[in-house]
């Protein structure tokens, strides 16, 4: 047996819920062939050769799996959350993946110690322990850099200092959320060395209250293709504020192709780029963001593919630029939520791209 996927039945919630359990083997199908039954929140025993199994799918139950009987494990989804501390015994695992956003995870020291992970992908705030020392007096090469690392997610005020750099050189995709931090703690998250990930195509960041001018003190490296810059929606005076000279620094990513900014809010309310700047963004998403007046002509957005907007308690915004409307290679734009003066500058734009013969160009209208 390869494969595994264990979940709670459908509208089953009764005192002993009702289990199906799945399993395939290398063939085509997929097909019922045990079931048990977990009492309450109790975790859930399965009987099965779990010593050749790789992948591992657990929904609705928390089966109670010795983690060092999984030697050959692979891939394990869980939701909701399982205890990570033994996760380290298994020392094939490539992929974990819990979507789970309550809470937190604490992982443990030996996940530094697991040289064939590849994608950890958590969904709740991730504690993720300092690697311990670089090296042991001695012996040389004591550092074990996890080169197959790819995807890290979501950690909680990740530390960027060269003993975690030299360990994840490889990595593609971060999300990481950031709580609370004065300005006097930025030395300490070393947040300027996130250039040092030359590899890193993808960034996430949440944060929580104010930090003001939180991107001044980021230096990203220039292989960033996707951004996502996302404040708080508890209370509008605690959105990321974007000022001037930090939108300057987002639109000279040379290879910035998606940036989505969420609960934000811009100085004075306004956005102007300058000429060159944004030049390969592909898709832009504005999500409550404070922005009332915002001036572009077609040079600032030369290679805008797909466009969104959702305003649904920032009501400040007057209209989208209508250099839009000039911009070619533009295919759509989407609107959800928006006031009255958004929607008819929307119309404007459309009409003109089809002016243009841009047949294609799509205008998406969602009200609440």
Known sequence: MCRASIHVEKNSLSFSDSVQFYH???????????RASSI???PLKV?????RLRVLHMEGIHPLLKMEQ????RYIYC??????????????????????????????PEIWVMPQLRHVMLNASVHLPDPPISEIEGEENSIV??????????????????????????LRKLAVHYDSIEVASWEIYCLHNLARLIKLESLKCWLTYTFPCFLAHVTFPTSLKK????????????????????????????????????NCAFNELEWEPDEGEFLKLKFLLLDDVHLKHWRAESTNFPSIERLVISIRSCKELDEIPSGFGEISTLQSVELCGCGDSIVESAKKIEEEQLSWGNDAFKLHIQKF
């Open 79 to 108: 939701f909701p959350q399982m205890s990570t501390a033994s996760i380290y015994k298994l020392r094939n695992l490539q992929t974990i993946v819990c979507l789970d956003d309550y809470g937190s995870i604490e992982l443990p």
């Open 40 to 42: 309450g929140s109790r």
């Open 145 to 170: 850099v996890l080169e197959n690392l790819q995807t890290l997610s979501r950690i909680y005020n990740f530390r960027l200092t060269e003993e975690v750099l030299k360990r994840i050189p490889n």
């Open 47 to 51: 009987l099965f050769n779990s010593r």
């Open 227 to 262: 951004l996502t810059l996302e404040g708080t929606e508890l209370h509008p005076k605690d959105n990321l504020k974007l000022h001037p000279e930090e939108l300057k620094i987002l639109g000279k990513l040379p290879n910035l192709e998606v940036l989505k900014l969420k």
């Open 70 to 73: 999984l030697v050959k494990l």
């Open 24 to 34: 395939a083997t290398k063939g085509w199908g997929i097909e019922p062939r045990f």
